[in-house]
T-cell receptor, first 112, second 113 residues
Framework: GESVGLHLPTLSVQEGDNSIINCAYS??????FIWYKQESGKGPQFIID?????DKRQGQRVTVLLNKTVKHLSLQIAATQPGDSAVYFC???????????FGQGTELSVKP | DSGVTQTPKHLITATGQRVTLRCSPR?????VYWYQQSLDQGLQFLIQ???????AKGNILERFSAQQFPDLHSELNLSSLELGDSALYFC????????????FGSGTQLSVL
């Protein structure tokens, strides 16, 4: 399943399935993007980042895809686990040194 | 554990009061950022300091101020508190000034009654 970010929707997936969290960013001049995971009662935790000169970057069980043509960013989580349940935020940086602008987040719920 | 330490974890105070939130960045990080998180506004950037100097300002009210000390810890001062200031306040730190790979603390939950 997939969901559009920035409006705190909820994405519910079965344990073991792949998750796709989407984010539409606002500024075509943004040059850096980052995903954070925030669990209840905790601060945002860095997951993965990508620069605008790339269209894909992989980490451990996570992949970030960047489509600059349509200003779209996605986070793919492979083999989703209950511990992945959290709110996921994307953020964009408007240019080097510019501040990070956060989206509203998507809540991921993993059913065992 | 991100390495960023924030105190206190919870703060309950009354309208009109003044509070100070404290942040110790990760070892080696020179930039400190303050963010406010509320249910209706999401994560809002307040202010950034780099090596003791103010670097960037966001949506920070005039009633709020911050500083970064020579040992690189930072304090956010909130005065003349209003009910609407109730929120989670996060500190983050990074190595440089370019707003990349910010590491966040656990936050201070401020409740203004």
């Amino acid at each position: 399943g997939e969901s559009v970010g920035l409006h705190l929707p909820t994405l519910s997936v079965q344990e073991g399935d792949n998750s796709i969290i989407n984010c539409a960013y606002s500024n075509s001049a943004s040059d850096y993007f980052i995903w954070y995971k925030q669990e209840s009662g905790k601060g945002p935790q860095f997951i993965i980042d990508i620069r605008s000169n790339m269209d894909k970057r992989q980490g451990q069980r996570v992949t970030v895809l960047l489509n600059k043509t349509v200003k779209h960013l996605s986070l793919q989580i492979a083999a989703t686990q209950p511990g992945d349940s959290a709110v996921y935020f994307c953020a964009e940086r408007h240019n080097q040194g510019g501040k990070l602008i956060f989206g509203q987040g998507t809540e991921l719920s993993v059913k065992p | 554990d991100s390495g960023v330490t924030q105190t206190p974890k919870h703060l309950i105070t009354a309208t009109g009061q003044r509070v100070t939130l404290r942040c110790s960045p990760r070892s080696g990080d020179l930039s400190v950022y303050w963010y406010q998180q509320s249910l209706d506004q999401g994560l809002q950037f307040l202010i950034q300091y780099y090596n003791g100097e103010e670097r960037a300002k966001g949506n920070i009210l005039e009633r709020f101020s911050a500083q970064q000390f020579p040992d690189l810890h930072s304090e956010l001062n909130l005065s003349s508190l209003e009910l609407g200031d109730s929120a989670l306040y996060f500190c983050a730190s990074s190595e440089g000034t370019t707003n990349e790979k910010l590491f966040f603390g656990s936050g201070t939950q401020l409740s203004v009654l």
